[in-house]
C-alpha cells in the first residue's frame, strides 16, 4: 500500500525560507510521478511542482518558478521541495501526491494523482 507522509510546514516571515518533506512507504519515487500540490482557503487545488525522477522532468507553477525547487534523498523515498523567498501568497496547506507514470512527461492537474498525503500547513506572513 502506497503511503504519503509530509512533514516540515510551519510558519514562516516574508523572505523566509522552509523545506518540505515526503515520505513514501510502499516501493521508491522511482515507481511513480510525484506532485507537490497547494490549497489555500477559499481556492483550488493547485500544482506547485510535478516531476518524474527516473526521466528528469520537472514542472513548477508560475507562481513558484526561481523560488522553490524539488529534490530526493538517495534512497528515492524521500522527496523535498524547498521553498525559498517565501510570500504571504504561498500560504496555504502542501500536499504531496504520486501517480503512476503517464507515458510522457507529467501533470500538473491533481486530478491525474491516486495517492496523497495528509497535508502540511504552511503560514507567511506579512
Known amino acids: 500500500e502506497v503511503q504519503l507522509v509530509e512533514s516540515g510546514g510551519g510558519l514562516v516571515q516574508t523572505g523566509g525560507c522552509l523545506r518540505l518533506?515526503?515520505?513514501?512507504?510502499?516501493?521508491?519515487?522511482?515507481?511513480?510521478?510525484v506532485g507537490w500540490f497547494r490549497q489555500a482557503p477559499g481556492k483550488e487545488r493547485e500544482g506547485v511542482a510535478c516531476?518524474?525522477?527516473?526521466?528528469?522532468?520537472?514542472y513548477y507553477g508560475d507562481p513558484v518558478k526561481g523560488r522553490f525547487a524539488v529534490s530526493s534523498d538517495h534512497a528515492k523515498t524521500t522527496v523535498y521541495l524547498q521553498m525559498n523567498s517565501l510570500k504571504p501568497e504561498d500560504t496555504a496547506v502542501y500536499y504531496c501526491?504520486?501517480?503512476?507514470?503517464?507515458?510522457?512527461?507529467?501533470?500538473?492537474?491533481?486530478?491525474?494523482?491516486?495517492?496523497w498525503g495528509q497535508g502540511t500547513q504552511v503560514t507567511v506572513s506579512s
Open positions: 501526491a504520486a501517480r503512476l507514470p503517464l507515458r510522457v512527461g507529467v501533470s500538473s492537474s491533481p486530478n491525474a494523482y491516486n495517492y
Open positions: 518533506s515526503c515520505a513514501l512507504s510502499g516501493g521508491t519515487f522511482d515507481d511513480y510521478t
Open positions: 516531476f518524474s525522477l527516473p526521466d528528469r522532468v520537472f
